[in-house]
């Protein structure tokens, strides 16, 4: 089955550059999706087909999608985007969803 | 408003069983593939179950392939998760999850709240 890696926590000081990755075995020709999580919550959807955003999404959510790495950047970073992010593809050969096992991003 | 609403955890001894329910609302049902994810007390995100809007199509992850029946009934605008043979591994928040856009592999834009399942003796 599709393993896509997540590093468990990222840590970033607000109003800098946060970039998390997502590592699959060529994960770029996947369609990548990501979402944030804050305790207590369901997931919400930041970025859909690599780089889309859905409405009401800021900005500085981006994402790219090349080789064997999907990145997650945020720019600008506030606190109030401190939560749980992961990502997620959808594996053709089995037709399953995966998901990344999430990383942390602590804003100092 | 475009909503789910889940229902029907709860606790349950290993070995039992339990019905879960996804109550949509605000948009056309009948049109749109639906999903399962759960997530474990402090842990990650997990997909278990997928049905095409016809019901045509269904897949499992293997943690549940053989225990888990998801089903959908269009005309009351209801998704489920018939779960059987319940383990303590399967103790989670279930949520319902729809893709973006109908029928797709999109990611999923509209989750639920989330019901509990504890399975404990």
């Known amino acids: 089955s599709y393993v896509l890696t997540q590093p468990p926590s990222v840590s970033v000081a607000p109003g800098k550059t946060a970039r998390l990755t997502c590592g699959g075995n060529?994960?770029?020709?996947?369609?990548v999706h990501w979402y944030q999580q804050k305790p207590g919550h369901a997931p919400v959807l930041v970025i859909y087909?690599?780089?889309d955003r859905p409405s009401g999404i800021p900005e500085r959510f981006s994402g790219s999608n090349s080789g064997d790495t999907a990145t997650l950047t945020i720019s600008r970073v506030e606190a109030g985007d401190e939560a749980d992010y992961y990502c997620?593809?959808?594996?053709?050969?089995?037709?399953?969803?995966?998901f990344g096992g999430g990383t942390k991003l602590t804003v100092l | 408003e475009v909503q789910l609403v889940e229902s029907g955890g709860g606790l349950v001894q290993p070995g039992g069983s339990l019905r879960l329910s996804c109550a949509a609302s605000?948009?056309?049902?009948?049109?749109?593939?639906m999903n399962w994810v759960r997530q474990a007390p402090g842990k990650g995100l997990e997909w278990i179950s997928y049905i095409t809007s016809s019901s045509r199509t269904i897949y499992y992850a293997d943690s549940v392939k053989g225990r888990f029946t998801i089903s959908r009934d269009n005309a009351k605008n209801s998704l489920y998760l018939q779960m059987n043979s319940l383990r303590a591994e399967d103790t989670a928040l279930y949520y319902c999850?729809?893709?973006?856009?109908?029928?797709?592999?999109?990611?999923?834009?509209?989750w639920g709240q989330g019901t509990m399942v504890t399975v404990s003796s």
């Open positions: 999850a729809r893709p973006v856009a109908p029928n797709t592999n999109d990611g999923f834009d509209i």
């Open positions: 060529n994960i770029g020709i996947k369609t």
């Open positions: 087909y690599d780089t």
């Open positions: 997620q593809v959808w594996d053709s050969s089995t037709d399953h969803r995966v």
């Open positions: 605000g948009f056309t049902f009948s049109s749109y593939s």
